[in-house]
């Protein structure tokens, strides 16, 4: 314990005591150390109420979720690691005891059904939405090429002549 004693001006006495605070207690983590710790603390806070209030008033407080976000997440992961063998490898077997066959069943009728349904996407996104061919290549993460051959056999086969 220090021998200091604290002034007796009213500012210089604040100053005294957050000097003092600073240099005891269990506070000795850096000050953005603990702002982070209040922050994550007030945000989870905030995250419980808001759920509590939303289960009041009757709704669901995960609709605003990204129905996807499983699926989005599993495509990124696989992509990250799809050009080192050893990486991919132990992703994929990290994956695949997550799932169970049913899960695995959702997941392939699923990419079956988009796979069908690509053609008619990339139509609605040039047609209807206005995107270039480029950017829905690029959205979909395939060739232009292959977007171009889909517009061409869309248009030759149902533009009226």
Known sequence: MS???PPTDEGALAKHNR???ARQGPETAPAAERFREQMLTIMNEYEQARRVEI???GGDPDEDRDPLEFVRDLAE?????RDDATARNRYLDQVA????PEDVRALRVAAEAVKKITPLIIRIAADEDGMTPAQIAEDLGMTESYVY???RE???NFDPQ
């Open 154 to 156: 869309h248009r030759a």
């Open 3 to 5: 021998n200091e004693q």
């Open 19 to 21: 000097h003092a605070k």
């Open 149 to 151: 051959r889909m517009l």
């Open 77 to 81: 992961g696989y992509e990250q690691r």
């Open 55 to 57: 289960v009041a008033a």
């Open 97 to 100: 005891r997550q799932l169970t």
